[in-house]
Each structure stands twice: as C-alpha cells, then as structure tokens.
C-alpha cells in the first residue's frame, strides 16, 4: 500500500535542542517537500528536493536543515537556531514536473517547552 | 506579488445545503490549480487539479471549477462528514522550481 509516513506524530523539544523530524514514502516520487503550518495561515515551504542528493531552500529555511541520501527518505531536522519552531510539520512528495499535484503525509506536531 | 486568498474562512451549513468555496489567485503563469481536504490534526488529501480556465473536476458531493482568476469547489447536499478545511493551492511558473502556494483555507462544518 503506497504512501507517506512521517515520525513521531507528536514530538516535544526543550529550549536550545535539536530535533529531526522522519519522512518516508513508497510512490516512487522524484520530488519531496516539508512545509510549515500555523494556525490562520498558508502552509508555508521550508525546504524540497526534486532529486536526490540535491535540495533547495524554500521560503523560510532558516533554521532548519534537510538531507536527501534515498529516494524514499527526507528528513528534516528543526535546530536550536529556530526561534519559534511550535508548529505543524508536513511532507509531500510528488512526481516533480511543472504541472503535478503533491500527496502528503499525516504530520508531525512539534511542541517547544 | 503571487497571492491566493480563500473566502470565506469559515462557513457553517445544514446538512442538505448546498453552498460554494471561493478561491481567488493572482500569479503570472497558472501551471495547476490544486484542492486539497484537511481534517483536524491530519496531512491535506488531495483532491482535484485544474489546469485551464473552463474546466471543472467531480467527485461525489464537490465539483471544482476554474476560471482565468478564481476558482470555485461546490458542495451539493452536503454531509456531517464533509465538515473540514478545504485548501486551495496554485502553482506558478517560476525559475527552477514552480513554486506551489496555498490559501488560508475554509473552514467547512455541515450541522446535522
């Protein structure tokens, strides 16, 4: 059964902590994406990759940092430099292309303590 | 400026009336007009693409339509279950990377 999976879907951090957040996917997609969710707003990009070993910043990538070694693997991980990281993580994959839609994955809701 | 706006940003209806979601956008060179559905606490599922003004996608209650500024989602006889966020997206040509960017979204709730 094809899909995305993301890890943990809750996750809690402390002041001044690095954390990575897991994101696989079995469709085969040349395309990967992590996007930030806040309430009231868009979802907004923070880093994608539409091949691997090769990734690019999106609209607010500082403070985070992504790697690419596998197709199927994208992982993002939030670090301390990310002054307000409490939000709603998700990742998307899809065939990559000018015209193609996104699928994305259940989440992972990063709390700061 | 690349923009997408949804109207409106909540809407509460009976179970059986039927309404309308609005998506408004303003970017040069529309590659894909993407609706997605968000439950609480869940990843959007996708659920039309529209590429030209015109066109128009049906799937069980909603139907998706497409002019050269805005684009409508219809729900008709809408149920309880329907109730979610309703997301629209756009893709706009860019550099290496057409850029993807989505609207607030509506926030459906279908009363029984």
């Known amino acids: 059964d094809g899909g995305i999976t993301q890890s943990p879907k809750y996750l809690f951090r402390k002041e001044g902590q690095n954390v990575t957040l897991s994101c696989e996917q079995n469709l085969n997609h040349d395309a990967m994406y992590w996007y930030r969710q806040d309430p009231g707003q868009g979802l907004r990009l923070i880093y994608y990759?539409?091949?691997?070993?090769?990734?690019q910043k999106g609209d607010i990538a500082e403070g985070y940092s992504v790697s690419r070694e596998k197709k199927e693997s994208f992982p993002l991980t939030v670090t301390s430099a990310q002054k307000n990281p409490t939000a709603f993580y998700l990742c998307?994959?899809?065939?990559?292309?000018?015209?193609?839609?996104?699928?994305f994955g259940p989440g992972t809701r990063l709390t700061v303590l | 400026e690349d923009q997408v706006t949804q109207s409106p940003e909540a809407l509460r209806l009976q179970e059986g009336e039927s309404s309308s979601l609005n998506c408004s956008y303003t970017v040069s060179g529309l590659r894909g007009l993407f609706w997605y559905r968000q439950d609480p606490g869940k990843g959007p599922e996708f659920l039309f693409t529209?590429?030209?003004a015109g066109e128009e996608k049906e799937k069980e209650r909603l139907k998706a339509t497409l002019t050269k500024k805005e684009s409508f989602l219809h729900i008709t006889a809408p149920k309880p279950e329907d109730s979610a966020t309703y997301l629209c997206a756009v893709r706009a040509s860019g550099t290496s990377y057409d850029k993807v960017i989505f609207g607030p979204g509506t926030s459906l709730s279908v009363i029984p």
């Open positions: 998307a994959s899809g065939e990559g292309g000018s015209y193609n839609e996104q699928f």
């Open positions: 990759s539409q091949i691997v070993n090769d990734f």
């Open positions: 529209l590429y030209s």
